[in-house]
């Protein structure tokens, strides 16, 4: 008897063994059919951001202002709310599924990868008067300025290694061309010159990664996750050379990028903005000088009304499964045509 009973609770753990890892592995499944279904979702969602940002362009062609459609944030919202109108069977399937997110202007920060500029294929030299601009900006937000001129190096030192520097890339359109990292427009020649070299830098041969992120800021001494969330808001990394859009960037990044601009004169420039946008560069001269600033030489390539860059923000809940996305998108300036850059999770 002592032997059956033994036998009976031998077969009852490993059933219930088998049973544990089967559920377990049930709710794995589960788990992964849920991802799966949030991320379908999520892509969808940045399809339909994407026809937004086409159509805004179409209605609103060469200008890009914080008071277009593209500027108004999503709130937390039932996906059955949308597709409701569509069916009730489509909309049931949306109970527990919400949408939220966000459109950002790029081009509104300061471009990191503007330390670097390319005159000529194949060479690459550090721009004394963007490094000068980033300097007044770490300074504004209380940072050392010294670090301007080492994230220049980065800069060019993580450049020289990027196979796709001096390319570039067709849209899925299939019409449209734009730059994929660097190189001012260059598309061809072999990269002669040596960063790091000069300017007295002794970890030349030393491959840094390729920044494509504000994150990448810690991968050069000196710089803190705490300097790196105050610089957050006010730089960017972009793929390419851009200019500045005066109508959606902050009064810091504008004091930054106008020489003899004070803080105060930035701040009422933005105030002056907010009840008109500016329409070309003329209307950004007169701003200025009715800002304080007496000579304004603007460069069409540092400072501009229209954006081709845009960070979409999205958050998908879907039951248990959550995706919380950036997505760096580029719309071409003559088409309007976008295209997906880069896709960053959020942990």
């Given at each position: 008897?002592?032997?059956?009973?033994?036998?009976?609770?031998?077969?009852?753990?490993?059933?219930?063994?088998?049973?544990?890892?089967?559920?377990?592995?049930?709710?794995?499944?589960?788990?992964?059919?849920?991802?799966?279904?949030?991320?379908?979702?999520?892509?969808?969602?940045?399809?339909?951001?994407?026809?937004?940002?086409?159509?805004?362009?179409?209605?609103?062609?060469?200008?890009?202002?914080?008071?277009?459609?593209?500027?108004?944030?999503?709130?937390?919202?039932?996906?059955?709310?949308?597709?409701?109108?569509?069916?009730?069977?489509?909309?049931?399937?949306?109970?527990?599924?919400?949408?939220?997110?966000?459109?950002?202007?790029?081009?509104?920060?300061?471009?990191?990868?503007?330390?670097?500029s390319s005159p000529a294929p194949g060479v690459?030299?550090?721009?004394?008067?963007?490094?000068?601009?980033?300097?007044?900006?770490?300074?504004?937000?209380?940072?050392?300025?010294?670090?301007?001129?080492?994230?220049?190096?980065?800069?060019?030192?993580?450049?020289?290694?990027?196979?796709?520097?001096?390319?570039?890339?067709?849209?899925?359109?299939?019409?449209?061309?734009?730059?994929?990292?660097?190189?001012?427009?260059?598309?061809?020649?072999?990269?002669?010159?040596?960063?790091?070299?000069?300017?007295?830098?002794?970890?030349?041969?030393?491959?840094?990664?390729?920044?494509?992120?504000?994150?990448?800021?810690?991968?050069?001494?000196?710089?803190?996750?705490?300097?790196?969330?105050?610089?957050?808001?006010?730089?960017?990394?972009?793929?390419?050379?851009?200019?500045?859009?005066?109508?959606?960037?902050?009064?810091?990044?504008?004091?930054?990028?106008?020489?003899?601009?004070?803080?105060?004169?930035?701040?009422?420039?933005?105030?002056?903005?907010?009840?008109?946008?500016?329409?070309?560069?003329?209307?950004?001269?007169?701003?200025?000088?009715?800002?304080?600033?007496?000579?304004?030489?603007?460069?069409?390539?540092?400072?501009?009304?229209?954006s081709n860059y845009f960070l979409i923000h999205g958050r998908v809940q879907h039951?248990?499964?959550?995706?919380?996305?950036?997505?760096?998108?580029?719309?071409?300036?003559?088409?309007?045509?976008?295209?997906?850059?880069?896709?960053?999770?959020?942990?």
């Open positions: 008897m002592i032997s059956a009973l033994l036998v009976v609770a031998l077969s009852a753990i490993l059933v219930s063994g088998m049973l544990w890892r089967q559920q377990v592995q049930i709710r794995r499944i589960e788990n992964q059919r849920l991802l799966s279904q949030a991320l379908w979702v999520s892509r969808g969602a940045l399809d339909w951001t994407r026809l937004i940002l086409r159509s805004e362009g179409d209605t609103s062609a060469g200008i890009t202002y914080l008071g277009g459609l593209w500027g108004v944030p999503i709130a937390k919202t039932r996906l059955s709310d949308f597709l409701g109108q569509i069916g009730e069977v489509r909309a049931e399937q949306g109970q527990e599924t919400y949408l939220s997110g966000s459109i950002e202007d790029a081009q509104a920060k300061f471009n990191l990868r503007n330390l670097v690459m030299q550090l721009d004394t008067e963007q490094i000068g601009a980033y300097q007044r900006l770490l300074v504004s937000l209380g940072v050392n300025s010294q670090l301007a001129k080492a994230t220049a190096l980065q800069v060019r030192a993580s450049l020289a290694q990027s196979a796709t520097r001096f390319q570039q890339v067709t849209s899925t359109a299939g019409t449209t061309t734009a730059p994929v990292t660097a190189g001012g427009g260059a598309t061809g020649g072999s990269f002669t010159d040596k960063p790091g070299m000069e300017d007295g830098d002794d970890n030349a041969a030393v491959a840094p990664l390729q920044m494509i992120s504000v994150d990448s800021l810690l991968d050069i001494p000196g710089y803190t996750p705490e300097m790196v969330a105050r610089l957050r808001p006010f730089v960017t990394v972009l793929p390419t050379v851009s200019a500045v859009n005066m109508n959606t960037a902050s009064a810091e990044v504008i004091a930054a990028i106008v020489p003899g601009m004070s803080l105060s004169s930035a701040q009422a420039f933005v105030a002056r903005r907010q009840t008109v946008f500016f329409h070309n560069v003329s209307d950004v001269q007169l701003a200025l000088r009715g800002a304080g600033v007496q000579t304004v030489e603007i460069d069409p390539g540092e400072m501009d009304v229209n039951e248990r499964a959550e995706v919380d996305r950036t997505t760096l998108v580029y719309r071409d300036a003559l088409t309007h045509t976008t295209r997906i850059v880069r896709i960053q999770d959020q942990l």
